[in-house]
């Protein structure tokens, strides 16, 4: 049953689960983050450097952020159709906000590993 929901018979259910899925890794990251802030309360720049260090939570922050620009792709998308009428206009919005997702994403890289 799942897998003929995401055959290109119903196109956007694939777009839908994978909204679904990257709240969810969102959420699981907000949830971990909650508990190791409360544990362990780092502070000032060396704090926070060693707390940012082990490749797992580097990893886990990536994949955090990763989720979160691809479930904002999907957002605006929506909206954009949604709003916009202009076929033109639409596209060029999209690939600006492409752009700027992509930005961020290697943005992160160059602060979570130092590029």
Not at 24 to 52: C, D, H, K, S, T
């Amino acid at each position: 049953m799942l897998i003929e929901l995401l055959t290109d018979k119903y196109p956007g259910m694939r777009f839908w689960l994978t909204q679904r899925l990257t709240a969810l890794v969102m959420a699981a990251y907000f949830v971990l983050m909650l508990l190791i802030l409360v544990i362990v309360r780092p502070e000032g720049f060396e704090g926070w450097r060693n707390f940012i260090s082990p490749i797992w939570l580097r990893i886990a922050t990536f994949l955090f952020f990763t989720s979160l620009c691809m479930h904002a792709w999907l957002g605006v998308r929506d909206v954009l159709r949604d709003y916009i009428f202009n076929v033109t206009l639409r596209q060029y919005l999209q690939i600006v906000v492409d752009i700027l997702l992509v930005i961020y994403i290697v943005w992160l890289s160059v602060i979570l590993w130092n590029l």
